[in-house]
């Protein structure tokens, strides 16, 4: 591999904005893993209940499905970095919220419940100005490049964070980890501050905020390769990822590792998933990424049924490492495929799908994870959402050749390196 290839993953660091972007949401995410774990791990201790488990997932993810769309609408009329401010800074009091009532003892379930529907509703405006602003920071060439090293930087959190959080919530109980996550949101606010980004040009507020939002879904639905990479994408979502939730029962009941044991199951997704974020980074153009979304979700499924089974703590560290790797590669892949295709003016729309896709479908597979592993246990939930994430990779496979003439146009339009088309 030339020297020059393994630069790639740094090029984007090279603008100014995109730093400040990369190094504030780095902190503040590892915050947001730390506080992910905790919040895992305290409804688990209040209430020992995997179905609770489900039901806190489901309230944090529903108004993603039900809120992404205006998310999007609002992303394209307005500043994207002034509503990527607000979000953060509203996410920051939502935290400050959390750790008070449990460092003072008053932590109750319903303010769990309540606190994560909260969090949903802000992350529903965030994640599609959040996502579609990244365009804004790069030049379109490297932006392939920066998709990839944004799901590293999420997954280098997700290394960090949850490590960290095992061992505080062990030490010294699950508050810290919310408090330090309400600070870490200061960094996002200072770095989004100090940016300076042009006057971007809006579309027309003569067009309804309604018809704004139908002429998203719209272009979504004619635009066969995007549709088609959602709907894995949704699958995915649904039935595999909704392992997360069950990390608690895993690591207690099964492999007998307690809270820190969560922390380095958690970490050990990150550390592949980070892997593969990396190796995203160093590829040329998006040539044969409709490859990669098949067989990462096909290799996802397959290491989720096999970690089901282990009963082993180091090997199923190593299946979910392999998962990691695997999940990142078909979301990291989708995403760059989806922003590539999509125009300037309709990115935060068409974002809001990919983000109902990729978080809005979630709660539907926390209730149905939480529900399958409390009827038939953990194991048959895990393993039957890896048997679905293996039929919908062999089904997406049989497609590829329609991704191909896509690849192909958009690699020539952005002036990928034409030496990797095939």
């Not at 290394?159 to 010294?172: D, F, S, T």
Request: aromatic content about 10%; glycine content about 10%.
């Amino acid at each position: 591999m030339d020297s020059s290839r393994l630069m790639l993953p740094l090029r984007p660091l090279s603008f100014r904005n995109y730093r400040l972007f990369f190094f504030g949401q780095l902190i503040s995410l590892m915050g947001t893993w730390m506080q992910s774990v905790a919040q895992q791990w305290l409804v688990y201790r209040l209430t020992g209940s995997a179905a609770l488990l489900g039901v806190v997932g489901f309230l944090g993810q529903l108004p993603m499905l039900l809120l992404a769309p205006i998310g999007g609408v609002l992303a394209d009329r307005y500043s994207k970095r002034n509503i990527v401010a607000t979000t953060q800074f509203l996410f920051m009091l939502l935290a400050f919220a959390f750790a008070l009532l449990t460092l003072t003892n008053n932590i109750r379930v319903w303010h769990i419940l309540s606190l994560a529907f909260l969090f949903g509703v802000v992350n529903a405006a965030d994640v599609p100005a959040r996502q579609s602003l990244v365009p804004e920071l790069v030049p379109k060439d490297v932006l392939s490049n920066t998709i990839a090293l944004n799901s590293a930087m999420f997954n280098l959190a997700r290394i960090v964070g949850p490590a960290v959080a095992g061992v505080l919530v062990a030490v010294i109980g699950e508050g810290w980890c919310f408090f330090a996550n309400a600070v870490s949101y200061l960094a996002v606010i200072a770095g989004l501050l100090m940016m300076d980004l042009p006057n971007a040009t809006k579309g027309s507020s003569q067009i309804s905020p309604i018809e704004h939002l139908l002429e998203g879904f719209r272009f979504v639905t004619r635009a066969s390769p995007i549709h088609e990479i959602l709907a894995l994408l949704g699958l995915v979502s649904v039935m595999g990822m909704s392992y997360t939730v069950l990390m608690p029962i895993f690591a207690d009941k099964i492999l007998h590792a307690g809270p820190k044991g969560l922390g380095i199951l958690m970490a050990s997704s990150g550390i592949g998933a980070f892997t593969g974020a990396l190796i995203l980074a160093m590829k040329r153009g998006i040539s044969g990424l409709g490859n990669r979304v098949a067989f990462g979700a096909i290799g996802f499924g397959v290491c989720l049924i096999l970690f089901s089974h282990s009963r082993v703590f180091g090997f199923s560290a190593l299946l979910l490492a392999l998962a990691g790797f695997c999940m990142v590669t078909q979301m990291a892949s989708s995403n760059t495929l989806v922003q590539t295709l999509s125009p300037d003016e309709l990115r935060g729309r068409v974002m809001s799908v990919y983000a109902m896709m990729f978080m809005g479908m979630a709660p539907f597979g926390s209730l149905l994870a939480g529900s399958l592993a409390h009827w038939f246990g953990a194991t048959f939930a895990v393993s039957m959402g890896g048997i679905a994430c293996i039929v919908g990779g062999m089904l997406f496979a049989k497609k590829i050749h329609q991704l191909r003439a896509f690849e192909k146009r958009t690699a020539q339009s952005v002036g990928a390196a034409e030496n990797d088309m095939p």
